[in-house]
């Protein structure tokens, strides 16, 4: 329940601060320098990084028995960063058909314009993941429970079929939350979540995360050179080795 919170030392507050600063004071040039140059913690500008935010980061990773989460402004933002962040153009995918309309949309229209193709398979079919399975697939995705048919997956089974193929399983788990299911204990690498949905509750904000294991051997595989290789966008880092 309290996951990621820290009492509050300025005023005591019980509940979790909401901060809405843009951005952050440096102690000095070197204190910012650190922190650009990721040598430690803290926070620079809040499109990164922003101490509420945090909070509800680290209490779903927990929830998830994750390692580590990002928050989004949706779900939908949440599916594409993840697909971009790990996808080249030429990629495919092999999805659940029986998903939510938007991710559905994503797949079927909207990833086909950067080069990204996805098969769709009937979730109730689970060895329609592995026959479907080419040589430039890097994701099996599906949904805990379907939206709107409620189709069950088959979590433990898909995660071996992903992972004999040296790629992820992302799993959306909206609709069962992790008060029903943790699919990362299952054996999935990657959740997703429209936060809007259960976990909101309330119908009152828009929100996305993405919940990751820390499992999955991003340089064994060796089909995921946007986590393995220099990033020379950001002095060279190796994503894997830092994140």
């Known amino acids: ?97 029986n998903v939510y309309g938007g991710s559905y949309n994503l797949f079927k229209h909207t990833l086909p314009r950067f080069g990204i193709e996805t098969t769709f398979v009937d979730a109730r079919d689970i060895d329609l993941f592995r026959t479907s399975i080419k040589s430039n697939t890097r994701l099996l995705f599906g949904e805990t429970l379907g939206n709107p048919g409620l189709e069950v997956l088959n979590i433990p089974t898909l995660a071996e079929i992903a992972h004999s193929a040296g790629i992820p399983l992302m799993v959306d788990n909206t609709f069962a939350t992790p008060y029903l299911s943790q699919p990362l204990t299952l054996g999935a690498d990657i959740i997703m979540h429209s936060v809007t949905k259960f976990l909101g509750g309330h119908g009152v904000a828009i929100g996305g995360a993405l919940i990751d294991n820390g499992a999955f051997d991003w340089r064994e595989s060796g089909k995921f050179p946007n986590m393995t290789e220099p990033y020379d966008g950001y002095h060279g880092l190796r994503f894997q080795d830092e994140f």
Not at 8 to 18: C, E, K, L, N
Not at 34 to 61: C, D, K, M, Q
């Open 1 to 97: 329940l309290h996951a990621g919170q820290h009492p509050d030392t300025d005023f005591g507050s019980r509940a979790v601060p909401i901060y809405q600063s843009t951005s952050y004071v440096f102690g000095d040039t070197d204190h910012a320098a650190s922190l650009f140059n990721l040598e430690r913690a803290g926070h620079i500008y809040s499109r990164i990084s922003n101490p509420t935010v945090a909070v509800l980061e680290e209490r779903l990773a927990a929830l998830e028995s994750g390692v580590g989460a990002i928050c989004t402004a949706s779900g939908m933002a949440a599916l594409y960063l993840a697909i971009t962040t790990l996808m080249d153009s030429g990629s495919h995918i092999v999805a659940s058909k």
